[in-house]
């Protein structure tokens, strides 16, 4: 018999997390790999199946990367492949999870747990290959429990990272001034730990916590660039307004951001948005501080990542070892399409099954041959390559001495990684790449080349440049100046050519950045927005008219979040129609989206609506802009 897993990642910890359940259900099973497709073929007959049916249902995390599954009557081959180990950046498993709440387990409340197959590994890591010794775990010795579950335990078989309350990495938690301090090496102590943080937070005090994943600040109210933690996930839909899919996502193993639509009254009131970002707990000190914070009736905190401990708190809580931190991802859901838009966590490090020759780097990240296959990892990390050629991002400084460095751009290295994560090199395609500058890209004959792009303005002119576009402009120029003299000093003391068209559109529209920009756009509650001028003039995008735009509606007093709504939606129209034009003349058989801004709800939705391709190829496992062109750069 065979199970077949719909599963997009290339990645393998599911494959290694099924084989270790078939190990602990004491049936025999091969696994492998068929497109999209986990594959897994085991004897119907075997006395053990009902056995491990029934702890595939209870214990195999569910993924974002997860499809349909079921099971076929066949005797067909499959070729299995070599998992690799590499440390994963993930959430835990549920068994991790139903140990650290177990009160007879050996690690009842203690953090650091998780296994092979789940958790926090690159915290820990420091070198290839994935091997105890080159962790910072190294100084610390396994107790004769935790070496004889590493022979026994098919979650934890040899696992560099094993540890438990017995063997322990000890915390602390202390105040500001650091006057009173208890130490954690038993049940009752780590347990109390996470009960002083939580009443920390009940009394309205700010706990400052050394993850897994770096350091938190948690707080009862909202903090700046605050998340939300989901503390109780049995009452998230008290607060928030969730599709099934976005559940689904927001408790994976992945464990990613998502922005939801608040239908809570009071976070809309504390926060001023009625969309807000929200995250499950992750690691272990989250987990068992939302686990506190549940069973004192609180459903949710507020959180943000911070870099250091030289920060305002009144309690700490932290460990005396050094730790690897990534960015926290966030993931886009749209009814037609779901990608990452931005982050590194539960992502990186990657391992592919064909091996390279060449060496990609972008961003810190570097893609290299490793054990027969593509690691992609920091470059600080990854193994030493004897690659014939290095190619690098727009000339990015790099420590490698090489005869044979090329380099490659931004928006043709996140092209081509769409072409690539969805294997359609035989076919042609367009595609445009929306981050602070837009580019058109074409890709035909197994070459990738820049068709148009929106090119640079001088910011620091462009009021001068709008009292020359017509008729009337100086006017609108000047009564803005009147009105408006803030804005407009901001304006000038913008130096130099600039890409970053939509910051200065969030200067002048009175917002402040585009991040806000775009998240303004996303609370606008109306059906349609006005007409901004977007087009070309003298083979370029004609910013004058677009930001003469913005200012007409701004001095008319337009409702805020609406002229927000309607940059956003007037760029879908005209990036959808310049796409569809190339396309109508290249004959392309596909259309590729890429870059940070294709991650707003109103401009995909409009895209989405206007482009005359029935569905656009975007990452599927890397993220939409930046992380995504050390794997294009492969290919380049």
């Given amino acids: 018999m065979v199970l077949e897993i719909d599963f997009s990642s290339k990645q393998n910890y599911i494959q290694k997390y099924i084989k270790a359940i078939a190990k602990y259900s004491n049936i025999d099973i091969k696994i492998g790999r068929e497109e999209d497709k986990i594959v897994v073929l085991f004897d119907e007959k075997s006395e053990n199946v009902e056995k491990f049916m029934k702890n595939l249902q209870d214990l195999l995390p569910y993924s974002l990367f997860m499809g349909k599954s079921g099971y076929v009557v066949s005797n067909r081959e499959i070729n299995e492949v070599k998992l690799v180990d590499i440390p994963l950046s993930l959430g835990l498993c549920p068994n991790c999870i139903k140990e650290m709440l177990d009160v007879e387990s050996r690690r009842y409340y203690y953090p650091f747990t998780f296994c092979s197959n789940c958790g926090g590994h690159y915290a820990f890591f420091e070198k290839y ?93 909202p903090v700046e660039d605050q998340n939300i933690l989901i503390t109780n996930a049995n009452r998230v839909s008290n607060h928030f307004l969730l599709l099934s899919q976005e559940k689904h996502a927001l408790f994976s193993i992945e464990k990613p951001i998502i922005r939801a639509t608040v239908s809570n009254e009071k976070i809309k009131e504390d926060t001023g948005t009625s969309v807000a970002r929200i995250k499950a707990p992750d690691e272990g000190f989250t987990l068992l501080l939302a686990k506190e914070l549940s ?37 886009f859901i749209n009814k037609n399409a779901k990608f990452f838009a931005k982050g590194e966590r539960s992502l990186f490090p990657k391992i592919f099954e064909n091996a390279i020759d060449t060496v990609s780097v972008a961003k810190g990240y570097a893609a290299v041959g490793f054990e027969g296959k593509t690691l992609i990892d920091k470059i600080d990390k990854v193994p030493k390559s004897t690659a014939v050629e290095v190619k690098v991002l727009d000339n990015e400084p790099i420590e490698i001495e090489h005869s044979n460095i090329k380099s490659f751009s931004a928006d043709k290295a996140a092209f081509l990684s769409v072409i690539a994560e969805n294997n359609v090199f035989d076919k042609s395609a367009v595609g445009v790449y929306f981050s602070k500058n837009v580019s058109f890209m074409l890709y035909s004959a197994k070459r990738a080349k820049r068709v148009m792009e929106f090119g640079k303005y001088n910011a ?67 059906k349609g927005g006005v007409a901004i001028d977007c087009g070309f003039r003298e083979g370029k995008f004609d910013y004058s008219s677009f930001f003469a735009s913005i200012m007409s509606y701004k001095l008319a007093d337009i409702d805020e979040l609406l002229l927000c709504y309607s940059i956003f939606e007037s760029l879908g129209d005209f990036i959808a129609s310049v796409v569809n034009e190339i396309r109508e003349k290249t004959k392309a058989k596909n259309v590729v989206l890429s870059g940070k801004y294709i991650a707003n709800q109103v401009f995909f939705s409009r895209f989405s ?28």
């Fill in 129 to 221: 290959p994935f091997i105890r010794e080159n962790t910072y775990l190294s100084p610390f010795k396994n107790c004769e429990k935790c070496e004889n579950e590493k022979q026994n335990n098919p979650f934890r078989e040899e696992f560099a990272l094993i540890s438990c309350i017995e063997c322990n990495i000890p915390i602390r938690a202390e105040n500001r001034k650091a006057s009173k301090t208890l130490w954690a090496n038993d049940k009752g102590e780590y347990k109390k730990v996470f009960g002083i943080a939580a009443a920390s937070i009940k009394n309205g005090e700010k706990v400052l916590v050394k993850t897994l994943f770096g350091f938190r600040l948690f707080c009862k109210t």
């Fill in 295 to 331: 069973m004192a009736g609180i459903d949710y905190i507020y959180y943000r990542d911070v870099k250091e401990e030289n920060i305002d708190y009144d309690i700490l809580i932290t460990f005396d070892l050094p730790i690897n931190t990534q960015e926290e991802c966030e993931y």
């Fill in 460 to 526: 620091a002119a462009i009021l001068d440049d709008i009292k020359t576009l017509r008729e009337g402009s100086d006017r609108l120029v000047e009564n803005f100046k009147k009105r408006f003299e803030d804005i407009c000093d901001q304006i000038s003391r913008i130096e130099g050519e600039r890409e970053d068209f939509l910051n200065t559109a969030a200067i002048i529209a009175g917002i402040g950045s585009e991040e806000e920009l775009a998240n303004r756009a996303l609370q606008f509650a109306g």
């Fill in 609 to 636: 609506t206007k482009l005359t391709f029935a569905k656009p190829l975007i990452n599927r496992e890397f993220p939409c802009d930046e992380q995504n062109f050390v794997y294009g750069g492969i290919f380049v």
